[in-house]
């Protein structure tokens, strides 16, 4: 391979390590899906309570042709699955088997690589297979989402927590402590199945004795999924939304993702000018567009189940349709009842990752990938190591409020083979005279998803900042219900100040009718990446300054 063949490139995600690893496959002479695939491996490997094999998600990628493509590889509900089942309130659908729905992340990275990808896969998984055989040091936010689960939460302590009762997990405590930062985790039956996975591809996991050992614990363990659902899961490629704003346009994932209530809070944003970054007229202005955009969520779900929803989604983004929300926008607060919702559910799957890559040849992909909430469903399939999602949760259920007490929506109810509604928004950005990637990125953290991206993204557009100012930036939440707007207080992670909300500011938004809470920090946990034309390093990552390791990595080719 001659050296004018390898590409430049930029990765970020929510650990250094993984990014590093995604831009070693650029100068092997990948480019973005390479580096995207073996990025999510990685992460998968280093933050198993985020990401794993086990779990799934949604792409949003520009190819070099300038096309914007998006891929859905959510979870599935088992073809047995239904509402009946899940209103027995001795059935979880949160933990154990019965909260496992058909994983899709190795059938969605396949099928990207199958498209898009240069090098062979094999390759894309190596890095991963050594960092689970030879171990890898444990650092600040692995170390925290095991003692989150220990007892009492924030100790150390095994004893007494649901890891004690699980020897899949044993690994992660010596002497019935946690290990700590700085010791080395290796997890050798996960890397045994990452190399039949490099060998034999998505049929390793999907057939044979992996499948086979994966349906066998989900059952033991109160669960409905049978070989049968892994053998016929399919992903789908599907239209991505988008619209103008300003000088760009912005590209998002339609439903079973949120890219609808994304878009439509940003669409109407593109009808206000900047008041002045942080202003309290500006605050207002933002708080009022989310909570709209979350009143239209409630009608959201798996178009395949849902009649007319494809269509529904598109009207929400029309001209007509987003000025006429705008207008809805006055210098005061109103009550819910106000934005039109009839009901309103927010899904927390705060067991999520995203991770941007973008190469030199204008390849763009976003890609965010859950388990559920943190250790997925708490299930690890012995003899292979790895976790399970708790993606049924993510349904609604007839007659029972989510563990969030939000009320079941007739659209997200659970059935066999449909995919449960997610918060999940990547987003592209280009510029809209010259139609090159000007930005891209996406977050975690459940419902703050859609209101995080919204400020990061419009940090960027409206306010020029960089990657890094755009995250860094304090971030408010408001979902409508409940009634009131999160603010994050002041905080400080990797030798970063978030400076939070001011009094003035909250008091300012108080005068306009917002009730107001304080929270520590926003539990959004986003990416960015800028590009730049006319400039040899043309990328400027950022990842969540609020996470510890999160970081990316930039490389330019010789």
Known sequence: MSRNSILSGAVTCEDTR?????????????????????????????????????????????????????????????????????????????????????????????????????????????????????????????????????????????????????????????????????????????????????????????????????????????????????????????????????????????APASGAIFLSALGMLSHFEPEGNGSVKDLHVLTESLRLAYGQRTALGDPNYVPGLVEKQSSWLTPCAIEEKAKLITGKTHEPNYYKPPKVEIVNDHGTSNITVADSEGLVVSITTTVGLAWGSHVIVPGYGFVLNDSMDDFSVEGRPNQWGYEPQVANFVLGGQRPLSSSCPYIITRTTTNQPHASGGAAGGSTIISGNVQVARGILDYDLSAKEALRANRLHNQLLPNVSELEQS???????????????????????????????????????????????????GAEPRRNDSGGSVFIAP
């Open 18 to 254: 993984a990014s590093e690893i995604g831009t070693t496959i650029l100068s092997q002479g990948g480019n973005a899906v390479d580096a995207i695939i073996a990025t999510i491996i990685a992460v998968n490997t280093l933050c198993p309570y985020h990401s794993d094999i086990g779990g799934g998600g949604f792409a949003i990628l520009r190819t070099g042709d300038d096309e914007i493509k998006s891929l859905n590889f959510r979870h599935t509900a088992p073809a047995a699955a239904n509402n009946e089942f899940y209103k027995n309130p001795k059935v979880s659908s949160s933990i154990g088997g019965a909260a496992v729905a058909v994983p899709g992340e190795l059938k969605g990275l396949e099928e990207l690589h199958g498209k898009y990808g240069k090098l062979p896969w094999e390759k894309l998984l190596e890095p991963s297979i050594r960092l689970a055989e030879d171990g890898f040091e444990v650092k600040q936010d692995l170390h925290e989402f095991i003692t989150a689960e220990c007892n009492p939460p924030g100790s150390s302590n095994l004893p007494g927590s649901w890891m004690e009762h699980d020897p899949c997990y044993s690994s992660l405590f010596v002497d019935g402590q946690a290990i700590p930062v700085g010791s080395t985790w290796k997890r050798p039956e996960y890397a045994n199945t990452l190399k039949q996975i490099a060998k034999e591809g998505s049929k390793a996991f999907y057939e044979g004795e992996v499948a086979e050992a994966l349906v066998k614990v989900v059952q033991e363990r109160g669960g409905l999924m049978t070989l049968q659902d892994l053998k016929e899961y399919k992903v789908e490629w599907n239209q991505p939304l988008s619209i103008p704003y300003r000088d760009y346009t912005i590209y998002a994932t339609p």
């Open 491 to 541: 905080s400080t992670h990797q030798g970063i100040t978030v400076d939070g909300f001011s009094e003035e500011q909250a008091k300012g938004l108080e005068m306009k009718g917002h009730k107001i809470k304080w929270v520590e920090k926003n539990r959004t946990t986003p990416v960015v990446m800028r590009m730049y034309d006319g400039q040899k390093e043309r990328w400027e990552v």
